[in-house]
T-cell receptor, first 108, second 113 residues
Framework: SQQGEEDPQALSIQEGENATMNCSYK?????LQWYRQNSGRGLVHLIL?????REKHSGRLRVTLDTSKKSSSLLITASRAADTASYFC????????FGAGTRLTVKP | ETGVTQTPRHLVMGMTNKKSLKCEQHLGHNAMYWYKQSAKKPLELMFV???????ENNSVPSRFSPECPNSSHLFLHLHTLQPEDSALYLC????????????FGNGTRLTVT
């Protein structure tokens, strides 16, 4: 399916470490988006990467896209306790489909 | 402040009740969405409106009825719900359907008893 699947389902790291989350999908896409969701809140858009782009940065966030492998990764560098949240990738073609997310816990 | 406001934040209703969820966006966007988020499942797209016209309905049961009176407001009318409909219902908006970032509200936590 077009729907992205995040890996791992859960990730626990110490503050200051880097966190990497992966997203795989099965069909062609126009763009891929990453979102963050704090507990009990709505999703917040982080980065949009188009199918002809390979890498994008935003502050401590770095997103890569490999269309040949149908995969994307989100790297959070120098993590902070405030980064604790669920992270979702969303693949866009004729519609937008979200994965089940990666639950990131950053321990102080 | 997200720019997308949902009310109420929490709702408990019986299976025979009728209630409505409300969403309002202050971002000047042209597209609005309803998503359902259940525990440990991907977000499920329910309805999409673009310029007040419904452009997508993902086989949602008729007990959910959307209404988009203008580009700033979106409603989800609920009636004769089932316990499995208990979930977080999220509203979102974007400049254009899908190819621009979605802005989400904080959701309505619905419990059907």
């Amino acid at each position: 399916s077009q729907q992205g699947e995040e890996d791992p389902q859960a990730l626990s790291i110490q503050e200051g470490e880097n966190a990497t989350m992966n997203c795989s999908y099965k069909t062609s896409i126009n763009n891929l988006q990453w979102y963050r969701q704090n507990s009990g809140r709505g999703l917040v858009h982080l980065i949009l990467i188009r199918s002809n782009e390979r890498e994008k940065h935003s502050g401590r966030l770095r997103v890569t896209l490999d269309t040949s492998k149908k995969s994307s990764s989100l790297l959070i560098t120098a993590s902070r306790a405030a980064d604790t949240a669920s992270y979702f990738c969303a693949t866009v073609n004729n519609d937008m489909r979200f994965g089940a997310g990666t639950r990131l816990t950053v321990k102080p | 402040e997200t720019g997308v406001t949902q009310t109420p934040r929490h709702l408990v209703m019986g299976m025979t009740n009728k209630k409505s969820l409300k969403c309002e966006q202050h971002l000047g966007h042209n597209a609005m969405y309803w998503y359902k988020q259940s525990a440990k499942k991907p977000l499920e797209l329910m309805f999409v409106y673009s310029l007040e016209e419904r452009v997508e309905n993902n086989s949602v049961p008729s007990r959910f009825s959307p209404e988009c009176p203008n580009s700033s407001h979106l409603f989800l009318h609920l009636h004769t719900l089932q316990p499995e409909d208990s979930a977080l219902y999220l509203c979102a908006s974007s400049q254009a359907p899908y190819n621009s970032p979605l802005h989400f509200g904080n959701g309505t936590r619905l419990t059907v008893t």
